[in-house]
């Protein structure tokens, strides 16, 4: 069965960084994309970045763009967040997304069709 384990999740002071990690296992067929998303307390749920997984290129929401950095290990079948500069408006529940099909908007949580259960990441003033 599909599964995807989020981890790396923690409370951080504004400033520092954090490593989020999604370990995929199970999927019938290869991913087409890896996305993180967040969901912030009575806020909508928000693409953070995306990775498509045969090429490798990735996609950022402007409000992490040169902060954020998403990355695969395919030997791993795991998909990292690194989350510098860190920001109290970044705290949220961050999700991992994995989407088989074709995906043309990687950064809208519809186009995908497996999620983890999320990691909650808080920073702090």
């Known amino acids: 069965q599909a599964q995807l384990v989020e981890s790396g999740g923690d409370s951080v002071q504004a400033g520092g960084s954090l490593t989020l990690s999604c370990a995929a296992s199970g999927f019938p067929a290869s991913t087409n994309c890896m996305g993180w998303f967040r969901q912030a307390p009575g806020k909508e749920r928000e693409g953070v970045a995306a990775?498509?997984?045969?090429?490798?290129?990735?996609y950022y929401a402007t409000a992490v763009q040169g902060r954020f950095t998403i990355s695969q290990d395919n030997a791993k079948n795991t998909v990292y967040l690194q989350m510098n500069s860190l920001k109290p408006e970044d705290t949220a529940m961050y999700y991992c997304?994995?989407?088989?099909?074709?995906?043309?908007?990687?950064?809208?949580?519809?186009?995908?069709?497996?999620w983890g259960q999320g990691t909650q990441v808080t920073v702090s003033s």
């Open positions: 997304a994995a989407g088989v099909d074709l995906i043309v908007s990687p950064l809208v949580d519809v186009e995908y069709n497996y």
């Open positions: 990775i498509y997984t045969g090429g490798g290129a990735t």
